[in-house]
């Protein structure tokens, strides 16, 4: 896995989606966001069985697991290291399978923009995953696998466990 700081220079490399999107915000919603909105780094590992391993962070329901990521950081270097800690076992990252940009701008001011990146990783590990022995380890996130995109799930968060899932 190649070491990359900025997910614009996966815009053009075969094989690797780019989606981009606008969200245009009421000014004091868009203060908000700007302050606290954060890029991720997202991971997704599937086992024997197909299942996808997810997380529940307490705020965001079930999703794949996810990391931030500050301006800078190499993106696979703090997916690889951060999904380890979590699972504390050996994880290989193998490819991007995703980069998801938004555009935050206040409405009628184009001259302000916040910009987040979610690069959605595919990675492997060694050795069976044990969620619960995980969950009790750790205060949170709870870890379960899924064979499918938990009903509760939409939008994007759906389409990323969708990329590991058939549903």
């Given amino acids: 896995m190649n070491s990359f700081s900025n997910p614009e220079s996966l815009r053009d490399q075969a094989g690797v989606p780019?989606?981009?999107?606008i969200q245009q915000l009421p000014p004091e919603e868009f203060e908000s966001v700007s302050e606290s909105v954060d890029s991720h780094a997202v991971v997704g590992i599937t086992n024997e069985d197909g299942d996808v391993l997810l997380?529940?962070?307490?705020?965001?329901?079930?999703?794949?697991?996810?990391f931030p990521v500050e301006r800078g950081q190499d993106w696979p270097t703090v997916a690889?290291?951060?999904?380890?800690?979590?699972?504390?076992t050996s994880v290989v990252l193998e490819q991007?399978?995703?980069v998801r940009r938004?555009?935050?701008?206040?409405?009628?001011d184009d001259n302000r923009r916040t910009t987040m990146y979610n690069v959605v990783f595919?990675?492997?590990v060694d050795e069976t995953i044990d969620t619960e022995e995980l969950d009790q380890q750790n205060d949170e996130p709870?870890?379960?696998?899924?064979?499918r995109v938990p009903d509760e799930q939409e939008g994007e968060v759906a389409d990323d466990i969708r990329i590991f899932v058939g549903n």
Avoid at 18 to 21: I, L, P, S, T
Avoid at 55 to 66: E, K, N, P, R, V
Avoid at 80 to 88: I, N, V
Avoid at 142 to 147: Q, S, V
């Fill in 55 to 66: 997380m529940d962070d307490g705020s965001h329901g079930w999703t794949l697991i996810a």
């Fill in 96 to 98: 991007p399978e995703l």
């Fill in 102 to 108: 938004i555009d935050f701008l206040p409405v009628n």
């Fill in 80 to 88: 690889r290291e951060e999904a380890q800690t979590l699972l504390d």
């Fill in 122 to 124: 595919r990675a492997s």
């Fill in 142 to 147: 709870l870890l379960r696998w899924f064979e």
């Fill in 18 to 21: 780019f989606d981009e999107e």
